[in-house]
């Protein structure tokens, strides 16, 4: 079995040098980036957890869940890596109290099983280094001649 067609965000999105790239610590699948971690002050079953806006390359299982948690309880579904199926953490569906309400449709990622890995693919980057290439390659192939 290959692998499932894996999603980027839009290259645009990778510009900024200082944005990291979140991603999943089993088979290194992109999940997120590091601008869109809404906060750090999260926790999950193994620890440590992102609260984060969006994410690509993730299953969601169909299962709702009602769980009771330190803030209130929620309607949420586990959250897989598409990949790898490894366990990411969760996505909230339904807050039943009125000031948790922001964490509907967010999801929570948890730190044990993802990595944070620098951003060193910014287009402008990638464009920089494809022109240089070619100008080498041009300068290569007029003195091969």
Same mark, same amino acid.
């Given at each position: 079995?290959?692998l ?24 290194l699948?992109?999940?997120?980036? !590091? *601008? ?13 957890a992102?609260?984060?806006?969006r994410? $690509?390359? $993730?299953?969601?299982? =169909? ?14 579904? +586990? ?5 790898c199926?490894? =366990?990411?953490?969760?996505?909230? +569906? +339904?807050s ?18 993802? %990595? ?5 693919? *910014? ?7 494809? +022109?240089?290439?070619? %100008? %080498? %390659? ?5 003195? !091969? *001649?």
């Open positions: 079995m290959g499932i067609l894996t999603d980027f965000f839009e290259p645009r999105s990778y510009d900024v040098e200082d944005t990291e790239v979140i991603v999943c610590d089993g088979c699948a992109h999940l997120c980036l !590091s *601008s869109l971690v809404l906060s750090d002050q999260f926790w999950g079953l193994s620890g440590d992102f609260l984060v806006d994410l $690509i390359n $993730i299953l969601c299982e =169909k299962q709702d869940l009602e769980t009771s948690m330190r803030t209130g309880v929620y309607i949420i579904n +586990k959250i897989r890596c598409l990949q199926s490894t =366990k990411l953490g969760w996505h909230y +569906k +339904k039943f109290k009125y000031s948790e309400y922001y964490k509907e449709g967010k999801y929570v990622i948890e730190k044990k099983y993802i %990595r944070q890995i620098p951003n060193h693919s *910014s287009t402008a980057r990638l464009t920089e280094q494809a +022109k240089l290439l070619k %100008r %080498r %390659r041009s300068s290569a192939s007029t003195t !091969s *001649s």
